[in-house]
């Protein structure tokens, strides 16, 4: 495994001269031909699994995590990594748009530019597949980008940008990494004066996300934000109890539950509510912590867990699994409690630990609005044997992403758009959307003949114009 050494602690002015090396090397890459840039990122990408053990060594040693997870972190990087480069020129070259009766004279073109240098602040929980949502998206689309990892996986980082240049050598000051502790992210996002990035992608949390918000006002810099989640789970009567169990105990405990769009909330219909219960306290019970998911990677997370816990059980709530002890050590021991209120941190706070709250519900209306209630919206999932009652439930959740019968499904799905509202953030990464976060729309018209009536030139007889617009007028009022 290779431990990248070249990680210190960059400042206001070693951040400030990152981005203007790469912004220099940016304006080569944004004038490649679209097919110039996808050979590149695509040869990027053949790099990047070649050496899967090498990240997933040093992902599993930052963060704890065990390394068939962090494997499987590669890959979905790869697969976004690969569908971006592959689908750039399809979503941002230019293309015909209709004109229009009033403008029929007119060809109308909508093109999108690159923004620029686009500022990634990524977090530590996924530390590669996480910022690839918008590092790999914002080269496709023609940026530079200068990446700011956590502090507590800056290997991954500094790794990440060295495999770039040693790919792409003639573009290798594209993708710069900048390390050090969150003034580093501070100073990217102009904390303490323009750091010069043209928009900043942050994941994190919500109050972490309020202070880039407040230094990317300053300069009006635009800002993406992914702030985590407190995703629910619906289950209905006639639900396949064990497959929304194995699911719900996955999407729960994997990653020991540091998933932004993990499984923190279960609402199960009050008839097979017991009987779910039972089916993941022993899917839960089976797991072996350690091995199948690792530590907490933030010490301080311990306290949240140990925490929520505590007061669910203080609000009248029950463990049927774990309890206070479970949180001991960072190795948290898988949690079930059932019965919490909904006005207790454990439901209404991100617990981001091996918890799960499994609450019954009178009905499906009653789950859906609990589930809305909560001040994030990031996703869902929703387990009924009905596909259309799924996709009608799916379509009442206010959440960014839902999943019918199977828990983040979407997160493998690189066409498939991804984020939330309120406490989850705005903006959104993968998919078209995200390729179209980092481009400006750029629209242009090319006169093709002379109108039979200009409106646009003061020789056009005014009489003749009036009765142009009362046509125009007559048709809209009528259609």
């Known amino acids: 495994m290779t431990t990248p050494t070249d990680q210190h602690d960059h400042g206001i002015d070693d951040v400030r001269a990152e981005v203007a090396r790469a912004r220099s090397a940016g304006r080569s890459w944004a004038a490649l031909g679209p097919r110039e840039r996808r050979a590149a990122l695509l040869r990027w990408k053949r790099t990047l699994a070649r050496r ?23 890959l979905v990087t790869l697969v976004h990594l690969n569908w971006a480069a592959r689908n750039a020129h399809r979503v941002l070259g230019r293309r015909r748009v209709p ?43 023609g940026n530079a980008v200068v990446f700011k990892p956590s502090e507590l996986t800056p290997g991954v980082g500094v790794l990440l940008a060295r495999s770039f240049g040693e790919a792409v050598p003639d573009h290798a000051d594209l993708l710069r ?43 009006l810099t635009p800002l993406l934000a992914e702030c985590g989640g407190k995703d629910a789970v619906l289950v ?49 019970r089976a797991l072996a912590p350690g091995e199948a998911y690792g530590p907490l990677t933030l010490p ?35 949690v079930v409690l059932t019965g919490v209120p909904e006005d207790s941190p454990a439901v209404t706070e991100e617990t981001f630990g091996p918890v799960v709250v499994v609450n019954p519900v009178r009905d499906m209306d009653e789950a859906v609005e609990r589930a809305n209630a909560s001040a994030y919206s990031l ?30 499904g979407f997160a493998a799905i690189p066409a498939l758009p991804f984020g939330g509202a309120g406490e989850s953030g705005y903006g959104r990464i993968h998919g078209e959307e995200g390729l179209r976060a980092f481009a400006a729309p750029h629209s242009v018209t090319v006169r093709r003949f002379a109108p039979a009536v200009d409106l646009t030139s ?6 003749k114009a ?14």
């Open 99 to 141: 004109s229009g009766v009033l403008s029929v004279h007119q060809r109308a073109l909508l093109a999108y530019r690159p923004l620029g240098v686009i500022g990634v602040i990524g977090p530590w929980n996924y530390p590669l597949y996480t910022p690839m949502g918008s590092i790999g998206y914002a080269l496709a689309a």
């Open 177 to 219: 990494a900048v390390t050090g502790p969150a003034s580093t992210g501070a100073a990217l996002a102009g904390a303490y004066g323009p750091a010069g990035v043209d928009k900043i992608a942050f994941t994190g949390s919500p109050g972490t996300a309020r202070k880039v918000a407040a230094a990317c006002a300053a300069t």
């Open 379 to 408: 996703g869902a999932a929703v387990f009924t044997r009905s596909r259309a009652a799924g996709l009608a439930v799916a379509g009442r959740l206010d959440s960014g992403a839902v999943s019918v019968n199977s828990v983040l």
């Open 300 to 334: 301080s997370q311990l306290g949240v867990v140990e925490r929520h816990v505590k007061q669910a059980l203080v609000d009248g709530g029950r463990a049927v699994l774990g309890g206070p002890d479970a949180s001991v050590t960072r190795t948290v021991g898988p």
């Open 52 to 74: 899967t053990d090498e990240f997933a060594g040093l992902i599993a040693s930052e963060t704890g995590k065990p390394l068939h997870d962090a494997r499987a972190e590669v």
């Open 458 to 463: 003061f020789a056009t007889p005014r009489a």
């Open 236 to 284: 209905a009567a006639d639900a396949d109890l064990d497959a929304a169990a194995d699911a719900i105990v996955w999407g729960a405990m994997g990653n020991a539950g540091q998933t932004c769009a993990g499984v923190e909330r279960v609402y199960a219909v009050a008839s097979v509510h017991e009987e779910l219960c039972a089916r993941i306290v022993r899917g839960a």
């Open 466 to 479: 009036a009765r142009a617009v009362e046509l125009g007028r007559r048709l809209h009022a009528r259609f």
